[in-house]
């Protein structure tokens, strides 16, 4: 009988575009959607949780490549029906089915506000995840673009609140139906057949999109004959001819000194187009409600560039950038860009009823958004783990525990080393790594006496690589209390670096 190979150790590795999250990382992420949801809330809107999976169906064809309508998506074959489910893809279209199917028990307009992890099944790379957390907002069932503005209001508060201060961010808004009116004047979009060029707009409107990438020259090489990169990969182009082109580059160069002298600069571009004059008309009752508001030009803008690549969009749209620079990992200089985008999707729900609902909302892109605080050192310079119990005898473990359990009660975190506590070097190995500020120290000795002690392991570690002799025994890292007291000068010693 042959004999059977062994199996391999299966390797301990994240798949690849996926990766594990770890202490302060994921406490940073509770804060910071504690702190959106919290904005949310304020505005009136509800939480929603749905589930991770939908059907494929569900998902639409609003997906990121109009060639590959079900690329881009983890998605599998049920074996007793047939039917296609996915992870879904986004925030949005799990909404537009929630509205859908519980249309007769919601109230309208619909608020929602939701958190949590999407999937995509796309190539990863630097700073690119198959797996990231999403931060949506929406109002369904609202045909007001009141209802815009509230939202990119929002967003604004939402950045300042979670310490993007004004200056360093921007939100651009801009309106689909003035680029429908400028592609109307550029001879790809027929009002009497919407379906007609409809393929030749997703290429226009995803090369106009990259413009920031590719630039002008790029952009007009996708909306005309095709684009080979520098791989050899050449991108098929929407065919426009040169003319055409000038007149959809023109959109994206109509942004003037103020938001009057850009809505102008658009009338002249959508020329007699009805949907074209109506996207204008509504980023000025935008602006102007956003005024009233406080919300002015330094924080919120029209800005024609802006398109958002996917197709659901109807009417308004907008993104927020972050404006200042960060250092990459060449240590080149260069802006962080968008972290946020959403506009209006009146078409969405209508899948499912047959009847337009005019819904609109944003999505905050969190990781996005804490590698950028992270990148400015405004979150993450420093993590303190609990306070450390250490353990000098076994039988006291009890004793040892009610410490713990009075540190917690009053508000300090806190835990009793549950190691082998015979090496009690290790003991304080295991404090540094867990970044412990403060550990607590009590033998038998200091028991019979009714004391214990206090080491400031923050201070332990600074006087042990900068202090003189003299400086060491003038500020000692380790003091003595009493047990009574152990509260009291915990919180003293937390105080010294601001830690509750």
């Known amino acids: 009988m042959a004999k059977q190979k062994k199996q391999p150790r299966p390797k301990a590795e994240a798949p690849k575009g996926f990766r594990d999250y770890f202490g302060s990382e994921v406490t940073e992420r509770q804060e910071m959607l504690a702190t959106i949801a919290e904005v949310y809330r304020s505005h009136g809107f509800d939480p929603l949780e749905t589930s991770a999976v939908e059907t494929v169906e569900a998902l639409g064809k609003f997906l990121p ?41 919601l109230p309208s307009p619909y ?32 045909a007001s673009v009141a209802a815009d503005a509230e939202i990119c209001g ?36 027929d009002p009497s057949d919407p379906a007609r060029f409809e393929d030749e707009r997703g290429t226009v409107l995803r090369a106009i999109d990259k413009f920031d990438k590719f630039g002008e020259e790029g952009v007009r090489l996708l909306m005309g004959p095709g684009r080979l990169d520098e791989s050899g990969d050449f991108t098929k182009g929407a065919g426009l001819s040169p003319e055409q082109c000038d007149i959809v580059m023109g959109f994206m160069s109509a942004k003037r000194e103020n938001g009057t002298a850009t809505a102008a600069r658009l009338r002249e571009l959508v020329g007699g187009s ?28 029209i800005d024609p560039s802006v398109v958002r690549g996917l197709g659901y969009y109807t009417g308004p749209v907008f993104e927020a950038e972050l404006t200042f620079e960060i250092l990459d990992e060449k240590g080149r200089k260069r802006q962080f860009g968008s972290v946020s985008g959403g506009g209006r999707y009146d078409d969405l729900v209508k899948r499912f009823t047959g009847q337009e609902v005019p819904a609109t909302g944003v999505s905050i892109g969190v990781d996005r958004l804490l590698a950028a605080l992270r990148a400015k050192g405004r979150i993450g310079a420093s993590h303190q783990g609990p306070v450390v119990i250490t353990v000098m005898d076994r039988d006291r473990m009890g004793e040892y525990q009610l410490m713990a359990a009075e540190l917690r009660a009053a508000g300090i975190r806190a835990e009793v080393y549950l190691g082998n506590p015979k090496n009690f070097g290790n003991q304080l190995k295991y404090a540094d790594k867990r970044e412990s500020p403060v550990a607590v120290i009590q033998g ?26 003299e400086e060491w025994k003038s500020q000692p890292a380790q003091v003595e209390v009493s047990r009574a007291d152990l509260v009291a000068e915990t919180r003293k010693m937390l105080a010294r670096y601001e830690v509750k």
């Open 444 to 469: 038998s000795d200091e028991a019979d006496r009714g004391v214990l002690q206090l080491k400031d392991l923050v201070l332990g570690a600074k006087l042990a690589q900068e202090a003189s002799l």
């Open 111 to 142: 608020r929602r506000y939701t958190m949590g992890p999407v999937w995509r099944n796309e190539k990863p790379g630097p700073g690119r995840f198959r797996q990231f957390y999403q931060c949506d907002a929406d109002t369904v069932g609202a």
């Open 274 to 301: 009805l949907i074209g004059a109506e996207g204008v008309n509504e980023l000025e009752e935008i602006a102007e409600l956003l005024d009233i508001q406080g919300f002015g030009s330094d924080r919120i803008e």
């Open 65 to 105: 490549d109009v060639d590959r309508p079900n690329a881009g998506v983890f998605a599998w074959q049920e074996e007793d029906d047939g039917k296609w489910l996915a992870l879904r893809y986004d925030m949005t279209a799990p909404l537009a089915r929630v509205a859908a199917q519980f249309r007769n028990d």
């Open 154 to 189: 929002m967003l604004s508060t939402s950045l300042e609140a979670v310490g993007i201060p004004r200056g360093d961010y921007l939100v651009r808004v801009n309106n689909r139906k003035v680029l429908n009116g400028v592609m109307e004047m550029a001879g790809v979009l």
